[in-house]
């Protein structure tokens, strides 16, 4: 699949509230941050409360994950051309605080093809 140069962490960013699944966070609160480095990387942080989601730009103050990596791997995670798992066994994502809530992340959103 060649690289859409459309897809940006941030058009990324600014769409995950329509891929955001409100029934499986109920009774959930967390800060997830994303730190991206790279010409099209930046910094968001996902505020989730109880089937609610904020994206907001910018560093969480107390985040319960951070999760760092290059803005190209994180636009091939989140279009599922990297796998989470391999991410992070090759050192292309780092995760900082609560592994369990970054594991769950996935798990929090519906694949854009369904």
């Known amino acids: 699949m060649p690289d859409d140069p459309e897809l940006t962490p941030t058009a990324i960013m600014a769409r995950a509230p329509e891929y955001f699944q409100a029934d499986r966070s109920r009774g959930l609160t967390a800060v997830c941050q994303w730190d991206l480095a790279g010409e099209r ?3 968001w942080h ?5 089937g609610t989601l904020a994206v907001v730009e910018g560093v969480a103050e107390k985040p319960d994950v ?5 803005d190209d791997t994180f636009v091939k995670l989140l279009t599922g051309r990297m796998d989470g798992t391999a991410a992070f066994m090759t050192g292309k994502l780092k995760v900082k ?4 809530m970054a594991l769950r992340l996935q798990s929090l959103f519906r694949s854009p093809s369904g």
């Not at 996902?46 to 109880?50: H, P, S, Y």
């Open 41 to 43: 990387g930046g910094q």
């Open 46 to 50: 996902l505020d989730i409360a109880d």
């Open 66 to 70: 951070t999760l760092a990596m290059s």
């Open 97 to 100: 605080g609560d592994m369990g």
